[in-house]
């Protein structure tokens, strides 16, 4: 297994303050050879399916190829569905261990999402389940196609929407209040027709999912 070196987030990490959360981007937290060859071997290695939820009252196939892994009894539940989480793959543990140094936050699961091209997306959303307590830090590492990631404030219109192109090798950070008062999606781009695969590090509370 290969090993790639370890950033000082202080230096390396570009801070970005939100009105009511904040963000960490490191850019290249896996450098590009390596990055080329987690996105080959996780593509091929991954478990993957297309998840039907509940959209807008209504059960729906989501618009990505997707599949949950994690510590074992770290399952997850939303938008009416139940995750029983995978066990670790290697490379997605060498991942974690790079993500939790940089953060300095140890996670017990991961949600990893493929978005074949531009048609694929994921629409507005916080990373609120209960499960994840509060305020929940996210670690979202990106490979692949560089892809656009968008952000608008619940209430405040004032702030207007920010954006910011994830690219190959990234870590993005949500932190702080972030999901309480900000939403995220990745829109659609049509222009884009090379895959980009997306590993979103949590922790889930297993006590808070299956209480006592």
Known sequence: MSQYPLLEPDRDALLINLPGGQLRYFPHLIPESEADRLMASLQAEISWEQSDIWIAGQRRKIPRL??????????????????????WLPDLKTIKQQVESACGTVFNSALVNLYRDGSDSVDWHSDDEPELGSNPIIASVSLGAVRRFQ?????????????????????????????????????KMPGVNKARLNITFRRVHVATLFPQ
């Open 66 to 87: 997707n599949a949950w892994y994690g510590d074992a009894g770290a399952d997850y539940s939303y938008s009416g569905r139940l995750f029983r989480a995978l066990s």
């Open 151 to 187: 952000i608008k404030h619940k209430s405040r219109r004032e702030v207007g929407l920010r954006e910011l192109d994830l690219g190959h090798g990234s870590l993005l950070v949500m932190e702080g209040e972030f999901q309480h008062h900000l939403r995220h999606r990745l829109p």
